[in-house]
């Protein structure tokens, strides 16, 4: 069977390699190079966790664990740098801990000393709740080691207009903040979000995130960085974007996330060192959109929490594109 992969940002590489365990040939078409930062699957590292406050993600996330590992071994590469993580709550109720229990996962509650034995600073009256199997994907090297397992036929500087001039069996559109253009109707909207890096020395720290009282979800997060030691952004705080413009890093973001930064972690200098951009894909509820309509499967799986997920991911795509 013929499959065309349009994109290939982390989706679109896990949809490749799942898409060969199946047996498919395999053709990605992306439009710029591999290691481009025009999209959002770009960068050193992204939160892993399995820590979520339903159910139903801490499922897929485990889902996701596995098939981590079994590209890990057949990559014969490290891909998930497991250093645990902690959520940091003005209110117990808006961990994880509810959804971990009726999952199974074992967690623990920090005090403040606790968490300051981890560089970072509790608020007074505040929880924090760490989980274990949980840290960072190593991204670039993830998507990478994706194409490389799956030897599929890789395509750059391909910018697919239509889907109608792909000659393929069937078609998966993981084109990211470009889907809209590809396959009109799909509920997303595109924003462009700001992150920075700060100098940290010592041992790869778990990732931090502070959920938001008002949401429910993440407010401000950090996680480890292999080149500066921490990278820090916050989440969904970015405007509206055009795919196709260039967009610098949020001035004031930065100004908040050094901010946090100052506050959360003192042995941090908060003076950025490195700014970047990434751009979200978001659905109303920040859920993914995995649907196949006639011979085209549509891989809208970010809304800013997305990578974590790919393995998962992709092989619930290639499960749609040859079924």
């Known amino acids: 069977m013929r499959v065309a992969v349009v994109g290939a940002g982390v989706m679109g590489c896990a949809a490749a390699w799942a898409l060969r365990e199946r047996g498919a040939d395999v053709t990605v078409h992306e439009q710029f190079d591999l290691d481009t930062a025009r999209g959002s699957s770009h960068g050193r590292s992204r939160i892993f966790r399995i820590a979520y406050p339903e159910p139903y993600w801490i499922r897929l996330a485990q889902e ?9 071994r057949a990559s014969g590469e490290q891909l998930l740098g497991l250093y645990g993580l902690v959520e940091l709550a003005s209110d117990r109720t808006l961990t994880s801990a509810r959804a971990l229990d009726e999952c199974g996962v074992s967690y623990r509650l920090l005090d403040a000393d606790e968490v300051r034995s981890l560089g970072a600073v509790l608020p007074e009256g ?64 595109v924003t462009r979000e700001t992150l920075a890096y ?9 990732s931090i995130v502070d959920l938001n009282a008002e949401t429910g979800g993440h407010g401000m997060y950090s996680l480890h960085d292999p080149v500066h030691g921490l990278k820090a952004g916050a989440h969904h705080a970015g405007s509206p974007a055009e795919p ?17 930064v100052r506050e ?36 809208s799986a970010c809304s800013g929490h997305g990578f974590k997920f790919a393995p998962a991911v992709g092989r619930r795509l290639a499960e749609l594109a040859t079924a």
């Open 64 to 72: 996701a664990y596995t098939g981590w590992r079994d590209l890990e």
């Open 198 to 206: 700060f100098h940290r020395e010592g041992p790869p720290p778990p």
């Open 244 to 260: 196709d413009s260039d967009g610098a890093p949020d001035g004031a973001i930065v100004a908040r996330i050094s901010a946090w």
């Open 126 to 189: 505040w929880t924090a709740l760490r989980t274990e199997d949980a840290g960072v994907v190593f991204a670039d090297r993830a998507r990478h080691a994706f194409l490389d397992v799956a030897g599929a036929d890789v395509r750059t500087g391909s910018r697919v207009e239509s889907l109608d001039e792909l000659d393929a069996d069937a078609v998966v559109v993981t084109a990211g903040p470009w889907v809209g253009q590809l396959v009109p109707g799909v509920p997303v909207h």
């Open 264 to 299: 959360r972690f003192p042995d941090v200098d908060p003076e950025p060192v490195e700014m970047d951009t990434c751009l979200y894909t978001t659905t109303a509820d920040q859920s993914f959109v995995l649907d196949r309509r006639g011979n085209v499967v549509v891989g």
